[in-house]
């Protein structure tokens, strides 16, 4: 992790100095996790796409404006959900919520005798069909590991708020995977 | 973390695996052409700011000289100052003519670019 850390502030250096390669290497680091946020908002790939693409120039164009006392990656994550939800504000379409009767306490690796591959697949799908708040908290807490508190941070949301999506996210999660495992 | 920010959520551990990875393979070159693109562009409309002020300069200079100093001059080389003054008046008008055509270009060529 310090290795990590240390590569990473070798690299804001270089970006801060304007040295290509360290545009590169942000590109690099983070272009999948920017594009796996944005759509969990979007919910549309050609958008998600354009969304990290401005995401990546606007952080760029502010790096002077980083104080560096929070991570890298909490003050990027803040810039692609902000931009995220624009774009979402802009279209005017945000998910209805199709899977509010989500009555279900089955565990799932009970109730579905399915690859994790299969899962895999199904839990990117449910990402889509899920309200973009509720999507991102999830995203955020278990692929990116982040706590309630650095959630909080990226968001802008209170840490009660986020607990609450976090528990109505993981219900309809299981509820969207249960519907979709009856139609398959 | 705690056990109230995390309980056990049965596709927890299957999220946590589920980044996707960018579409497109040629992002990164992408972004960083943009933002070539942009700081060429910021460079040019500094330039025209320039050339805006210069040429506001030019026209404001050209106006006193031929109102104001062209009419007291004594004959020069056997031309009256009036003469003069139609003669640095010319010059003048085809000065502006031309610079205001590059101006006009320049602004336009700068207008698709950003488009």
Known sequence: ?184 | MSEIDKPRFELGEIIGRSKLSMPDHNFEQLVITRLKEEAELKRSRRYIGFSVVFFALFVALGYIVSTRFIANLPPVAGLSPQRLKLIFQVIFILSILFRAEYLIKYYRHNKLDIS
């Open chain 1, 1 to 184: 992790m310090a290795n990590s850390n240390e590569t990473e502030s070798l690299h804001l250096r270089k970006l801060l100095n304007g040295d290509e390669s360290g545009f590169r290497y942000f590109i690099k680091a983070y272009q999948d996790m920017a594009f796996t946020l944005a759509v969990s908002i979007v919910k549309d790939d050609f958008v998600a796409q354009e969304v990290s693409q401005d995401a990546f120039i606007k952080a760029f164009r502010a790096i002077k404006s980083f104080n560096q006392q929070s991570a890298f990656k909490t003050w990027f994550y803040r810039i692609i959900v902000n931009e995220a939800f624009a774009r979402l504000k802009k279209s005017k379409k945000d998910i209805l919520l199709f899977y509010d009767e989500y009555e279900t306490d089955v565990a799932l690796e009970d109730s579905l005798d399915i690859n994790d591959n299969e899962k895999l697949e199904m839990v990117n799908e449910a990402f889509k069909l899920m309200p973009a708040n509720e999507g991102l908290v999830l995203r955020l807490f278990y692929l990116e590991e982040e706590s309630i508190k650095e959630v909080s941070a990226i968001t802008g949301w209170t840490k009660a708020n986020i607990k609450v999506l976090l528990h109505r996210a993981r219900k309809r999660m299981l509820a969207i995977i249960q519907q979709k495992k009856i139609r398959i």
